[in-house]
């Protein structure tokens, strides 16, 4: 009785409840916004065939977020660096291959795990550096590099937008780790420098096109299709919304109405009530997951937690923005909503991470503190 209990001390009870409300509206959504694309357009006449599959991606990445949150998250202190070169090898392969994607059974976008390979390494990165990354040589310039090849592998996929999340989070993770000021404007000024560069040599011509039909002083007179259309049903919903089954805008937005475009058929269909629901939640996943980081039993587990929640709260805000045409185009699911199972498995397995750390199990010893190269 005394292990079950000491299993369960400090686990963080909200958070399941959360990202299940997250899920239940996601399926409800997917199944309304899919299902005539579904029967009309593919798939042997059937409605549910989005709505069945992402049940499917569910149920197994509900399975991989208890096994990972029964692991203590040490644990993946002492395989960052194996889990950094699975990732750069499936980050290789697939720009050899000319795919952003690997199809066994079903398509499996390594961009996804890249995510959450990331923050472990750079989360164990940084802890063995300590003090340290206040000098350059040891911080912030090698730390600039590490995000730079990453970023610049997702890129390469193409996926802009993957990797910006990637650079953002592990930025936010380099300012808790103890960056200074200073370090972060000489970060901001080489990224962007760098980003610039990735753009022009590894992205595509469309990348640059939906950022000129976004930015209102370009001269582009085609609108930005998804944040206009998108933004046009969120308006349409008022406050109540239309009724599910009812968008006008899923036909128009179709085959993005289930994923890029979930959250605007979801403000049209439920209304401003609906869509306010969805924002609470994910600031009730922001809160509990800085939540679980602040208390944290050591450095690599804030940094877990942190980083976590930043890239799940910064995908969730792009998404938004994108369906509000405040931001150009960017091809992000909305988090636990939008169909797509390589990132709900992804996200899941990053709630499983939190809880691992809201445990804080006391099971491993830290006596080592080998450097993280």
């Not at 299993?7 to 990202?19: C, E, H, N, Q, S």
């Not at 300590?130 to 912030?140: C, K, L, M, N, T």
């Not at 609108?223 to 919903?237: E, K, M, P, T, Y």
């Not at 996943?285 to 877990?304: C, E, K, W």
């Given at each position: 009785?005394?292990?079950?209990?000491?299993?369960?001390?400090?686990?963080?009870?909200?958070?399941?409840?959360?990202?299940?409300?997250?899920?239940?509206?996601?399926?409800?959504?997917?199944?309304?916004?899919?299902?005539?694309?579904?029967?009309?357009?593919?798939?042997?006449?059937?409605?549910?065939?989005?709505?069945?599959?992402?049940?499917?991606?569910?149920?197994?990445?509900?399975?991989?977020?208890?096994?990972?949150?029964?692991i203590d998250y040490r644990w993946w202190q002492r395989l960052a660096i194996p889990v950094m070169l699975v990732v750069l090898l499936m980050l290789i392969?697939?720009?050899?291959?000319?795919?952003?994607?690997?199809?066994?059974?079903?398509?499996?976008?390594?961009?996804?795990?890249?995510?959450?390979?990331?923050?472990?390494?750079?989360?164990?990165?940084?802890?063995?550096?300590?003090?340290?990354?206040?000098?350059?040589?040891?911080?912030?310039?090698?730390?600039?590099?590490?995000?730079?090849?990453?970023?610049?592998?997702?890129?390469?996929?193409?996926?802009?937008?993957?990797?910006?999340?990637?650079?953002?989070?592990?930025?936010?993770?380099?300012?808790?780790?103890?960056?200074?000021?200073?370090?972060?404007?000489?970060?901001?000024?080489?990224?962007?420098?760098?980003?610039?560069?990735?753009?022009?040599?590894?992205?595509?011509?469309?990348?640059?096109?939906?950022?000129?039909?976004?930015?209102?002083?370009?001269?582009?007179?085609?609108?930005?299709?998804?944040?206009?259309?998108?933004?046009?049903?969120?308006?349409?919903?008022?406050?109540?919304?239309?009724?599910?089954?009812?968008?006008?805008?899923?036909?128009?937005?179709?085959?993005?109405?289930?994923?890029?475009?979930?959250?605007?058929?979801?403000?049209?269909?439920?209304?401003?009530?609906?869509?306010?629901?969805?924002?609470?939640?994910?600031?009730?996943?922001?809160?509990?997951?800085?939540?679980?980081?602040?208390?944290?039993?050591?450095?690599?587990?804030?940094?877990?937690?942190?980083?976590?929640?930043?890239?799940?709260?910064?995908?969730?805000?792009?998404?938004?923005?994108?369906?509000?045409?405040?931001?150009?185009?960017?091809?992000?699911?909305?988090?636990?909503?939008?169909?797509?199972?390589?990132?709900?498995?992804?996200?899941?397995?990053?709630?499983?991470?939190?809880?691992?750390?809201?445990?804080?199990?006391?099971?491993?010893?830290?006596?080592?503190?080998?450097?993280?190269?």
């Amino acid at each position: 009785m005394k292990r079950n209990l000491n299993i369960m001390r400090g686990k963080d009870v909200a958070l399941p409840f959360i990202v299940a409300g997250l899920m239940l509206l996601g399926l409800i959504m997917i199944y309304s916004a899919s299902q005539y694309y579904a029967y009309q357009k593919l798939y042997n006449n059937n409605p549910a065939y989005f709505f069945t599959r992402q049940c499917a991606f569910g149920a197994l990445g509900l399975i991989a977020m208890v096994i990972v949150a029964q692991i203590d998250y040490r644990w993946w202190q002492r395989l960052a660096i194996p889990v950094m070169l699975v990732v750069l090898l499936m980050l290789i392969a697939v720009s050899v291959l000319g795919e952003s994607r690997f199809f066994i059974g079903d398509s499996v976008q390594p961009s996804e795990p890249s995510k959450l390979g990331a923050i472990i390494y750079i989360a164990a990165w940084l802890v063995s550096k300590g003090d340290r990354i206040e000098q350059a040589s040891y911080g912030v310039i090698p730390f600039a590099i590490i995000t730079g090849v990453i970023a610049g592998l997702i890129m390469a996929q193409p996926d802009l937008s993957t990797a910006l999340i990637v650079i953002v989070t592990t930025v936010v993770m380099f300012f808790i780790a103890g960056a200074q000021v200073k370090q972060l404007v000489l970060l901001g000024v080489f990224g962007s420098a760098t980003l610039v560069v990735l753009i022009r040599t590894l992205g595509q011509e469309y990348q640059a096109g939906r950022f000129e039909d976004w930015w209102p002083f370009s001269g582009a007179q085609r609108g930005g299709w998804l944040g206009v259309h998108s933004s046009a049903a969120l308006r349409n919903g008022g406050f109540f919304g239309v009724g599910l089954g009812q968008s006008e805008g899923a036909p128009i937005l179709r085959p993005l109405a289930h994923t890029d475009a979930i959250f605007g058929i979801l403000g049209e269909e439920l209304g401003f009530v609906g869509a306010l629901l969805v924002l609470g939640l994910f600031a009730s996943l922001a809160y509990r997951g800085y939540r679980i980081a602040m208390h944290a039993s050591d450095q690599f587990g804030m940094l877990l937690a942190a980083g976590v929640t930043t890239q799940l709260v910064i995908q969730a805000a792009i998404h938004v923005g994108v369906c509000m045409f405040l931001f150009p185009e960017t091809g992000v699911t909305l988090p636990f909503v939008s169909y797509g199972g390589s990132s709900l498995v992804t996200s899941l397995v990053g709630i499983g991470l939190l809880l691992s750390v809201s445990r804080g199990s006391q099971g491993l010893s830290l006596e080592w503190q080998e450097e993280t190269l």
